[in-house]
């Protein structure tokens, strides 16, 4: 092997710094690496190797010429969110059939991740705990097909049997965007009137935490990363990134259980690769929200928390040599820690280095919009008071609601 290109849509920096993991993998291979993306940059700084930028909307077809023209012998995707892993799904089947190997979860398989009313079909089949649901069909709301005048009063009638609140979910779409709170049959009155564009599920509404794990592998030997705590369900959707996340050593939550029966999915479905589970855990189970068929905003937690690191394992799965470096499951080893801050300038980048296990803080810019910076650090056991003073010294630049609860999961007993 001696090319391999990566594909990737987001910025490469959210990658930052696990994806230099690589270098040593692909010396030791004798192969060099060229990121085909769409978004951002990707200096030396940020990618180990060459890259060649597309335009915003390249297509399938587009990546394929790309890779080809550049001569690689094998792909790894690194995709996201969900509609450019879908995109990289169509680029393996074609570059796979032009014989270049790419990792990457199967179309058929992705297409179903993709989708949230078919992957609570799935997780049904598995017998894995997910909300209870109907779907909304927009087609049949908008009278854009065949006309179904009873078709809301069987919608109002299914939702007053899940019981409220309830959300509306498109089945498309990540980090909460178009989800809507429906408290009462009003809300969903209301809802319905202003007739969605979108098929969505319209989902029960739980109280309990959020939390999210990354499940990594291939051909039936998977490894189940560490678990992400992400915030507190129950209301309407905050933004992914806006509680404090975190990995927490200390506890175990009994989440053995459902790891296995999301590992058996992952083997059932053929999974190549990274999928990214977000769930929430109320009364002792776990209630998968959704499969997410890529790496995930959890990645870079769960890799520093201690669990093997994901770019590391896809080239491992290309060459062969994944499963015997495959942990079946991976358990927190320290605390990893991730919240919103200011934007860092390179001044309070060194202070932060030289104060705290710096994982890496940049700005966050989803599409298009800066979300300020976020903070990404590990805390060892043992090191905790030192930790929590050197970020009560750097001054406001962790909001103080972040550093509050940061002392919380850190001291408990100060509580
Ligand atoms: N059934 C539910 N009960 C309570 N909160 C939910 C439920 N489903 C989703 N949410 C909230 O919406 C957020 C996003 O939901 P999710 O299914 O992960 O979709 P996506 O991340 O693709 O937007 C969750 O993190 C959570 O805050
Ligand atoms: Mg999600």
Same mark, same amino acid.
């Given at each position: 092997m001696q090319r391999i290109a990566f594909l990737r849509s987001v910025d490469i920096r959210r990658a930052d710094p696990h994806l230099h993991g690589i270098a040593p993998a692909l010396a030791a291979l004798g192969a060099e690496a060229r990121l085909f993306h769409t978004h951002g940059d990707a200096g030396p700084d940020l990618f180990p190797g060459t890259s060649e930028k597309l335009h915003p909307g390249a297509t399938p077809d587009e990546f394929v010429d790309r890779v080809r023209a550049w001569g690689a012998d094998a792909a790894v995707a690194i995709s996201l969110p969900d509609e450019n892993a879908l995109r990289d799904a169509v680029v393996k089947t074609k570059l796979e059939a032009l014989g270049i190997r790419t990792v990457m979860t199967p179309l058929a398989a992705t297409r179903v991740l993709c989708d949230k009313w078919e992957t609570k079909r799935v997780l049904e089949s598995y017998g894995i705990p997910t909300p209870p649901a109907v779907l909304l069909d927009s087609d049949l709301l908008n009278d854009r097909t065949l006309p179904v005048p009873a078709y809301p009063d069987a919608v109002r009638l299914a939702a007053r049997d899940l019981g409220y609140p309830l959300l509306a979910k498109p089945l498309w779409d990540s980090t909460s965007m178009g989800i809507a709170y429906l408290p009462d049959p009003a809300a969903l009155d209301r809802h319905l009137a202003a007739r969605p564009q979108a098929h969505a599920v319209l989902e029960k509404c739980l109280s309990g935490r959020l939390c999210s794990v990354d499940i990594v592998g291939a051909d039936g030997h998977y490894t189940v990363m560490p678990l992400i705590w992400?915030?507190? /369900?129950?209301?309407?959707?905050?933004?992914? !990134?806006?509680?404090?996340?975190? /990995?927490?050593?200390?506890?175990?939550?009994? !989440?053995a259980p459902t790891a296995r029966?999301?590992?058996e999915l992952c083997a059932g479905l053929g999974v190549e690769g990274s999928v990214n589970v977000d769930m929430i855990h109320a009364d002792g189970v776990y209630h998968v929200l959704e499969i997410n068929p890529r790496i995930g905003g959890a990645t870079t937690l769960s890799i520093a928390a201690g669990g093997p690191n994901t770019f590391v394992a896809l080239l491992d799965i290309l060459t062969g040599a994944w499963p015997t470096r495959a942990p079946a499951v991976a358990r927190a080893e320290r605390f990893a820690i991730e919240c919103l801050t200011a934007n860092p300038t390179p001044a309070l980048l060194a202070e932060l280095r030289a104060r705290i296990d710096l994982v890496t803080c940049h700005d966050l810019v989803i599409d298009g919009h800066d979300h300020g910076g976020i903070l990404t650090f590990t805390v060892d056991p043992g090191d905790e008071r030192r930790t929590m003073k050197e970020l009560t010294a750097l001054n406001g630049f962790v909001p103080a609601p972040m550093l509050d609860k940061i002392r919380r999961l850190l001291l408990p007993t100060a509580r």
């Open positions: 992400t915030g507190t /369900a129950g209301g309407p959707p905050a933004f992914t !990134f806006e509680d404090l996340r975190h /990995a927490d050593p200390t506890r175990d939550d009994d !989440f029966r999301l590992v």
